[in-house]
């Protein structure tokens, strides 16, 4: 009984995420590497993230016009800022709600609440 007590509470304590245990913020994601894309099904809108604090932008609507600006991008907390040069004021910024699996959810400077799958890029 003591043993199968052992190997319930493990198997708990195993399934449990990384970010379970870590403070909800952007710095968790080490988001350089990485690629933010929106969950919608008309709108398309891609962050790809560099190391020297650019982010390519890939924006517009599925199976229409793009757009492929390059930003700069930086954290602070749960603070994800885009700006169009480093130490102006951002252009769109987004405050980390929610972690789910490989999605996170997301309040837009404009106050609206989306959702981004967040993938890694191959090298």
């Known amino acids: 009984m003591r043993l199968s007590y052992i190997?319930?509470?493990?198997?708990?304590?195993?399934?449990?995420t990384q970010t379970d245990s870590q403070p909800l913020n952007w710095d968790t994601f080490?988001?350089?590497?990485?690629?933010?894309e929106l969950v919608d099904e008309q709108k398309l809108e891609e962050y790809r993230f560099d190391g020297n604090g650019m982010t390519a932008v890939t924006?517009?609507?599925?199976?229409?016009?793009?757009a492929a600006?390059?930003?700069y991008w930086h954290t602070e907390n749960t603070t994800l800022s885009i700006s169009e040069e480093p130490g102006l004021a951002p252009i769109e910024k987004f405050d980390l709600l929610s972690?789910?699996?490989?999605?996170?959810?997301?309040?837009?400077?404009?106050?609206?609440?989306?959702?981004?799958?967040?993938?890694?890029r191959d090298k």
């Open 99 to 120: 972690v789910q699996g490989d999605h996170v959810n997301v309040r837009r400077k404009s106050g609206e609440k989306v959702s981004f799958k967040v993938k890694r």
């Open 7 to 16: 190997f319930l509470v493990a198997a708990f304590v195993g399934g449990c």
């Open 59 to 66: 924006i517009g609507w599925k199976n229409g016009p793009l």
């Open 69 to 71: 600006p390059l930003y």
């Open 30 to 36: 080490a988001l350089m590497g990485k690629t933010l």
